[in-house]
């Protein structure tokens, strides 16, 4: 998989377990803070078992246009980090409707889940999360930073 998607903004995704993280710099009550949530997401193949992933889904607020998608080193053949970086806007409008022409497509798939397809030189990865946690994630990146502590 690619490390980056067409012409587009960075920031961050995936979905499940939640873990904020607040900049080390003191926020204001109306900036958005920076959010991490670890989620599991399914490999889609051929194959009748679909793979488990722990993925992280990151959203910069420097970078408030933009979502990432952070997959594990093991499922890259350099063996680091995939990071891709996509429009926050085309996650939100793929839990509606499909959408999306370039590198990144998303897409509901029934009432629960959600696929996100990533293309890349080196091939497709077809990749379903819960409908659920992607839209926490999302409700957390709208969110005001609380106050620092």
């Known amino acids: ?14 979905a499940t377990t939640a873990t904020a993280t607040a ?6 009550s109306t900036a958005a803070a920076a959010v991490e949530e670890r989620v599991r ?3 889609i193949t051929d194959d009748p078992l679909y793979r488990a992933i722990p993925v992280a889904l990151r959203f910069a607020p420097a970078e408030p246009l933009a979502v990432r998608i952070v ?10 980090d995939n990071e891709w970086v996509f429009p926050r806007a085309l996650l939100e409008a793929g839990l509606q ?3 999306g022409t370039g590198d990144v497509r998303v897409w509901p798939c029934g009432r629960v889940q959600a696929v996100v397809e990533f293309h ?9 999360f819960d409908i659920a946690a992607l839209r926490r994630f999302l409700r957390r990146c709208h969110a005001p930073a609380t106050a620092t502590r």
């Open 1 to 14: 998989m690619s490390a980056t998607a067409e012409n587009l903004p960075a920031a961050a995704t995936t």
């Open 23 to 28: 900049p080390a710099a003191a926020a204001t």
């Open 41 to 43: 997401a399914r490999v």
């Open 71 to 80: 997959f594990p080193a093991g499922l890259s053949p350099e063996g680091t």
């Open 97 to 99: 409707a499909p959408t």
């Open 120 to 128: 890349s030189p080196e091939g497709v990865a077809v990749v379903q």
